[in-house]
């Protein structure tokens, strides 16, 4: 079962009844994995949906029982999971009562000044609901990325603005996640600066023997999704298909590039990408690499 609290001003234990009290009123409830729903987003199956409104008709009873499967079955079920979900569901406002209580963690080095400095050459900068942005793949939700975008103020102003936004609300911001971003956004100047902070976040247990022996059960087959839900640039993706002949040898060479080439890139971006992958079909494989690295997830434990 997950074991999420919510830091800050309170501690919230992840638990149904705590989950419900905050999503109980949200409208676009059920709904397949093409639909905008809340179940979509926390990935409860579509069979279970069925399941549980066929046996159970009182509307609360039904919507406990999905809260409940989600917390007990997802690996990675979080206050931070159910941020993500609400803000693709433009559910602002529930959103950010969930946030307004989650300290973000830091480490020293993280501070405006050098967030700042480090991405001032970033050229895609906000992006919007269907483009990517460094705010917008940071976390920042739209509302705000339009309210400061449609401020009186200067562009560095603009800038600043939403980057303090982003450290001092959103949770999970790091070094390394930063970094990530940069790497999948191309914009490798700003990388560069932004290597000096990351022997506070790189994990070195993401070395290539361990990278292949967790993910040796993910078909090789699906080696370019797995780099982009890595935020591998499609450049290199692209390279790795025309250079080599099969699928197994792309997916090894994917392997060596991520363990290898980008220390900014931790297990938790592993985590990320298998959680997402096919709509939740791999999360088998995020179970063995929990098992293999159980340290890893730390910050998945509580809403960070």
Known sequence: MAQSTLRGKRSVPLTTSNVLAVVRE?????????????????HIPESK?????????????????AISYWINTDPLAS???LIFALDWMVETELADSIRSNAEPLTDDSLT?????????????FWGTRFETGLLRLLGVPPSVRNQIRDSGSSE??????????CLQTVPGVSWGRIAGVLWCLEEHTALETVRQYLPHTHDISLTLSNLTSALDSLPDTLWRDFGLGMRVPESILDKIKSQLS?????????????????PHLTWEHVSDALYWLRGGQYHHV???????FPTAYISYAILT
């Open 286 to 292: 995020l179970e063995r690499v929990q098992s293999l």
């Open 79 to 81: 206050w931070r999971r």
């Open 156 to 165: 560095e102003e603009k800038r600043v603005a939403g980057l303090r936004y």
């Open 112 to 124: 405006l000044h050098s967030v700042v400095r480090a991405v001032a050459t970033v050229r895609e």
């Open 49 to 65: 949906q069925r399941e549980i409104k066929a046996n159970f008709p009182e509307e609360m009873d039904q919507k406990k029982l």
């Open 246 to 262: 099969s699928d197994k040898k792309r997916k090894a060479e994917l392997l060596r590039v991520i363990s290898t080439e980008h």
């Open 26 to 42: 949200v409208k676009r409830w059920w709904g397949g994995w093409k639909s905008g729903s809340l179940t979509r987003w926390l």
